[in-house]
């Protein structure tokens, strides 16, 4: 049985809290924690000296675009007929 995607959402954030104590003495990045309805979420801290926040919003423009093209190739060979199986 597998759990309920909010239980598992919340120990991802769990998680990534953790990481953000442990790491608490480097420049924090930024972090992000993105759970869609399908249940496969995605995370990331960001500690970079050189972090900014084009950098954090450019990582999840790009963590984003990279979901919305896997859905979009799912979709296109769904209804291509011709798709890999």
């Not at 930024?30 to 960001?46: A, H, T």
Request: hydrophobic fraction near 45%.
């Amino acid at each position: 049985m597998t759990e309920p995607i909010n239980y598992v959402a919340a120990k991802l954030l769990r998680a990534l809290a953790d990481e953000c104590d442990l790491n608490s003495g480097e420049r924090f990045g930024g972090c992000f924690l993105i759970v869609p309805p399908d249940g496969d979420p995605k995370d990331m801290l960001l500690l970079n000296r050189a972090a900014s926040a084009a950098m954090f919003w450019g990582n999840l423009k790009t963590t984003a675009d990279i979901a919305l093209a896997e859905i979009a190739e799912k979709e296109r060979l769904g209804q291509s007929g011709f798709g890999r199986r």
